[in-house]
């Protein structure tokens, strides 16, 4: 569509009547001619040097579902861990982490409760049942 634009534009046709037949506004247009940003190749992003390894990973998975821990939201499992003086990552990296594992949920253990059903009500003659 770029092409066809500056195709359009080398021949003489005005500006609106070019994006028109472009199908793309003339604010995108703008944009890309004075900025000279055409649609660059995606580079692969570089990984982060603080990337947690795979060990580590394992590690802040089994201090989350450690007995201490387990029933402990991952704030509170951070914030104990900085009292006792151990860093392992930051709370968003411990949500993640549990994410990935599709362990994202309530931690606390909860009771279950019986499914109760409605007695159902039978009359035999009238006036039995009222509701």
Same mark, same amino acid.
């Given at each position: 569509?770029?092409?066809?634009? %500056?195709?359009? $534009? ?48 394992? $590690? ?41 594992? %599709? ?5 606390? $253990? ?6 109760? %059903? ?14």
């Amino acid at each position: 569509m770029t092409d066809a634009y %500056t195709d359009l $534009r080398a021949a003489g046709v005005a500006m609106r009547r070019a994006a028109s037949l472009t199908g793309l506004s003339r604010a995108t247009q703008f944009r890309r001619t004075k900025t000279g940003a055409v649609h660059s190749v995606p580079r692969p992003r570089a990984v982060p040097a603080n990337k947690l390894t795979d060990a580590e990973r394992a $590690r802040v998975l089994a201090v989350l579902n450690s007995p201490e821990f387990v029933d402990c939201a991952p704030l509170t499992v951070w914030a104990t861990l900085l009292d006792e003086g151990t860093y392992l990552c930051s709370v968003s990296t411990m949500y993640r982490i549990l994410a990935e594992n %599709t362990l994202v949920k309530e931690r606390r $253990r909860l009771a279950r409760h019986p499914k109760s %059903t409605c007695p159902e009500l039978v009359a035999t003659a009238p006036r039995q049942v009222y509701s």
